[in-house]
């Protein structure tokens, strides 16, 4: 085709996406969802001409997640666990973050939940006992979501190889410095390198933590989904830690708790609700009939001892 013949067609280009493609419609006609409904602005207009999240490549970032994992106690619920993964699709999407690989339930006690580093959720069976609402866990689902989020995992593993690299330093240090391994040089190297070092790793977890907690808030509002769970899932988790065994207690004053206080987590995600726009009308986080089978399916299982 010559030049001048290209010429003659270029007029029509513009009008050819009007005629092959049956989606596109022109900017004049263009019906805009109503600006009162933000969750309709998202889902309706934005997110489906927003370009895909591309889903990463998720592996575990360590044999520690999968070997963890493997020893957990499964249980096939999926009364919880269909609705609490269709809640975690819901807010990864919503906020353009990965999506989790999995989520599951185990057969442990104590009020808790876990992220590994291969994006899976695990959930103990106590939490689903306890919880008293589904904005509840879907704070707890948002935390857990964070930690996806910002890898924190992955940043916890090397952090905990530092540590315990700086136990085997610090006892061949010793060793060449005074050239005995005597009891008490062993004992002391043995005992204050390790409260040290891992005092410096839960120093550094508790800041994720704290992280999560507020981004946690961000990721509710940002999905249309309701931010008052947070008040019972604290409650929880202070009436939970008082009924931890003696060995987890000694732990957590010799070693350093890995989660700030409940006052201060209860100060910061305060401020953090109170710098979100306020919600005309909370999306529902799961129907009244997923929440009862979810109640009820949990409270037909016993709860394993740990």
């Known amino acids: 085709m010559s030049v001048d013949s290209m010429g003659a067609y270029l007029p029509v280009l513009p009008v050819i996406p009007v005629v092959i493609d049956p989606q596109f419609v022109s900017p004049a006609t263009r019906k805009l969802p109503p600006v009162t409904d933000p969750l309709n602005t998202l889902d309706e207009f934005i997110s489906p001409q927003a370009p895909a999240v591309p889903k990463p490549d998720r592996k575990a970032t360590s044999k520690i997640d999968e070997w963890i994992l493997s020893r957990s106690k499964p249980l096939y619920m999926p009364e919880a666990t269909v609705p609490l993964t269709r809640l975690a699709q819901q807010i990864a999407s919503r906020n353009g973050i990965p999506k989790p690989n999995k989520v599951m339930v185990v057969n442990k006690p104590f009020y808790n939940a876990a992220a590994y580093g291969n994006g899976t959720v695990v959930f103990h069976l106590d939490t689903l006992k306890q919880a008293k609402s589904p904005e509840e866990l879907a704070f707890v689902m948002a935390h857990e979501l964070s930690h996806v989020q910002f890898e ?84 929880n988790m202070t009436r939970n830690k008082s009924k931890a065994k003696w060995w987890r207690q000694l732990e957590w004053k010799v070693y350093g708790e890995n989660h700030p206080s409940l006052p201060k987590r209860l100060h910061a995600v305060n401020q953090a609700v109170s710098q979100q726009p306020p919600l005309w009308e909370p999306q529902p986080i799961m129907s009244p009939e997923d929440w009862q089978s979810l109640k009820a399916a949990a409270a037909l299982v016993g709860t394993a001892e740990s």
């Open 152 to 235: 924190d995992v992955k940043a916890k593993r090397v952090r905990q190889g530092i540590a315990s690299g700086a136990i085997v330093l610090a006892d061949e240090l010793a060793f060449w410095v005074f050239r005995v391994r005597s009891l008490v040089k062993s004992l002391g190297v043995s005992l204050v390198v390790p409260i040290g070092s891992f005092q410096w790793a839960a120093f550094m977890e508790r800041k994720d933590e704290a992280r999560a907690d507020i981004n946690a808030i961000r990721l509710l509002s940002k999905a249309g989904f309701g931010t008052d769970g947070y008040l019972t899932a604290f409650e």
